[in-house]
């Protein structure tokens, strides 16, 4: 979680599975900077309501529906180069409801099996 300002980088975030909630929770008001980080086993790797966020190339695996949620942002999101691996052919990586910046190469690879 956070609430204030953070960089996150370079980390781990292991989670029980699909249904494990949320690996890094900006709170409003805040500002977070996500980068370079692996994400198993949660719901979503990053959510962001009413908050500044910057999220590039991190490697997402074993989420549920959308890796990346970022809503009514205070700035224009930033989100870039991130990989979401998944089984499921509905899956996203990004929903940005409101104002977003650069949004690009953000992919979905299936699960290799």
């Known amino acids: 979680m956070v609430q204030g300002k953070a960089t996150i980088s370079g980390n781990t975030f292991t989670g029980s599975g ?3 909630g949320t690996a890094v929770w900006v709170w ?3 500002t977070a900077t996500v980068s370079d980080n ?12 009413k908050a500044a966020v ?3 190339d ?13 809503k009514d ?5 930033h989100v870039t180069g991130n990989t979401a691996t998944s089984d499921d052919p509905k ?18 690879k299936p699960v290799e099996k």
């Open 18 to 20: 699909k249904g494990q």
């Open 58 to 70: 991190n490697a997402i695996h074993n989420f549920q529906g959308t890796a990346i949620i970022v």
């Open 91 to 108: 899956a996203k990586v990004i929903d940005i409801q409101g104002p977003s910046g650069l949004v690009e190469g953000n992919t979905v």
């Open 38 to 49: 692996t994400v198993d086993g949660y719901r979503t790797a990053v959510s962001a309501t």
């Open 28 to 30: 409003e008001s805040s």
């Open 73 to 77: 942002g205070r700035k224009p999101a």
């Open 54 to 56: 910057g999220v590039t």
